[in-house]
């Protein structure tokens, strides 16, 4: 599954040159990451957000490492599309593939490792039983 989601370039989001600044892209991803996981979660007949997630579990998402390979600049006014797709999993983490394209360009490709986390404990909590087949089953 591939999932896609759309965002516009602003004038916040540049430099004086109305180049994108390299942190940028990480809040790009983490939006994508975000509205995705509400989509599945939907798909699923449960809430994917984020709170309610924390509510209903006690579950928190936290990021474990970013690997960022940034190939050729966005600018002010592009409209970008991040591209999530499941990388792997396991029973506490799971790994996101997401480019940052502008017009079929891949201008950055970021490995997100996400881990599953108890908010109570502050420990490795296992990832919602309807998480990773929600990946496997949308088209």
């Given at each position: 599954?591939?999932?896609?989601?759309?965002?516009?370039?602003?004038y916040?989001?540049?430099?004086?040159?109305?180049?994108?600044?390299?942190?940028?892209?990480?809040?790009?991803?983490?939006?994508?990451?975000?509205?995705?996981?509400?989509?599945?979660?939907?798909?699923?007949?449960?809430?994917?957000s984020?709170?309610?997630?924390?509510?209903?579990e006690?579950?928190?998402?936290?990021?474990?490492?970013?690997?960022?390979?940034?190939?050729?600049?966005?600018?002010?006014?592009?409209?970008l599309?991040v591209?999530?797709?499941?990388?792997?999993?396991?029973?506490?983490?799971?790994?996101?593939?997401?480019?940052?394209?502008?017009?079929?360009?891949?201008l950055?490709?970021?490995?997100?490792?996400?881990?599953?986390?108890?908010?109570?404990?502050?420990?490795?909590?296992?990832?919602?039983?309807?998480?990773?087949?929600?990946?496997?089953?949308?088209?």
């Amino acid at each position: 599954m591939i999932h896609r989601f759309p965002i516009r370039v602003y004038y916040s989001d540049t430099d004086c040159g109305g180049i994108v600044y390299h942190g940028r892209y990480l809040d790009f991803a983490e939006h994508a990451r975000t509205e995705m996981l509400r989509e599945l979660g939907g798909k699923q007949n449960v809430s994917g957000s984020h709170t309610s997630l924390l509510e209903s579990e006690g579950l928190v998402f936290v990021v474990k490492s970013i690997s960022v390979d940034y190939q050729s600049p966005a600018r002010l006014d592009d409209l970008l599309e991040v591209q999530t797709t499941l990388e792997s999993a396991k029973r506490f983490s799971i790994v996101f593939r997401q480019t940052v394209l502008r017009d079929g360009l891949s201008l950055c490709v970021l490995l997100v490792k996400v881990a599953s986390i108890n908010m109570q404990t502050h420990r490795p909590m296992p990832l919602p039983a309807w998480f990773v087949p929600a990946f496997t089953s949308a088209t």
